[in-house]
């Protein structure tokens, strides 16, 4: 099979698109919950009070939007890197740099704390550009959220330019 | 909530960036990557100034002026990009504004500038009108 004509970009990596990675469990709790809004400053008691959230409308805290985007980390994994994803196969050359190039969330219910949820993670698209920076890999990739019940509760969608 | 073209919202989301804001994202996200906290390997082995903000952050603090202005469960989908690194220092506002309502969602023009006006996130939202 002849080699791909991409500078960076391996067969390798050309056929894990679109292979669903293996699932990891992602606990949404209250304590995790409360350091996630006060590193971004809410002053809602919703936050950080259950009775409060509970008063407001909510089984407990709920999920702030940016919180799904925390990683869950895997002591036997290299990459600690944001989100479920490792980078994958390796490229033809190193890419030593990376941009968070743009992350894209979806709600499509409510998420709070008890939640347990699992992500399955993909990589959707992979494509060279070329700019300022040289040469770069785009790699999307893209995670589905489901809940303790099987109902898809968010899907993000990850954008990491390598170089 | 009765969004309709033209509602904004506008707030100052962090004063002052310091490194302690950044390493309590750091502990809160559990990113370590060591650009954003240590100084010796932003400057010497990067070539950055120091160290800066986890564009995550930027997206978080972005978010917060969203679901204050929404309620916690009044969004649809958020998508952000970033325009420009976070320093220690800076001042973020970040800033919403409706532009089109159609069949009960909201669309939202998000953007968030640092203290000189220029912008670090940039991106949109969709919320139930």
């Known amino acids: ?27 949404v709790d209250k304590t995790m919950i409360r350091m996630f809004a006060r590193a971004v400053g809410y002053t809602d008691p919703v936050y950080y009070d259950e009775k409060a959230a509970q008063a407001a409308g909510y089984r ?3 999920c702030p939007p940016g919180y799904l985007g925390t990683p869950v980390f895997n002591p036997k994994r290299e990459s600690s890197g944001p989100g479920p994803m490792s980078f994958g196969p390796a490229p033809k050359k190193p890419l030593t ?24 993670g993909h990589l959707a698209e992979i494509a060279e550009t070329k700019g300022s920076l040289g040469t770069m890999v785009v790699m ?15 899907i993000s969608t990850g954008t990491v330019l390598r170089y | 909530m009765a969004l309709k ?5 506008e707030m100052v989301v962090i004063e002052n960036v310091s490194r302690t804001h950044i390493v309590k994202y750091a502990g809160a996200s559990g ?20 160290v800066f903000a986890h564009g995550m952050l ?31 220092g800076d001042t973020l506002t970040a800033r919403g504004e409706v532009t089109d309502v159609k069949d009960g969602v909201a669309t939202i023009k998000v953007v ?9 996130v940039e991106g949109e939202a969709t919320a139930k009108a």
């Open chain 1, 1 to 27: 099979m002849p080699e791909n004509e991409y500078e960076y970009i391996s067969d390798e990596m050309l056929a894990a698109v679109g292979k669903e990675g293996s699932p990891t469990t992602f606990e």
């Open chain 1, 60 to 62: 407990s805290l709920p």
């Open chain 1, 97 to 120: 740099r990376l941009l968070n190039g743009g992350t894209q969330l979806e709600f499509f219910g409510d998420i709070c704390a008890g939640d347990v949820l699992t992500s399955t």
């Open chain 1, 140 to 154: 999307t990739n893209k995670s589905v959220y489901k809940n303790q019940d099987g109902e898809v509760v968010a």
């Open chain 2, 5 to 9: 073209v033209g509602d904004t919202n």
């Open chain 2, 31 to 50: 990113d370590f990557n060591p650009l954003h906290h240590d100084d010796p390997v932003a400057q010497n082995m990067a070539g950055y100034p120091s």
């Open chain 2, 58 to 88: 930027s997206m978080g603090l972005t978010g917060r002026m969203l679901t204050d202005w929404l309620g916690p469960d009044g969004l649809k989908s958020f998508g952000v990009r970033f325009t420009k690194q976070v320093w220690p």
């Open chain 2, 112 to 120: 968030t500038t640092n203290q000189n006006g220029d912008s670090v």
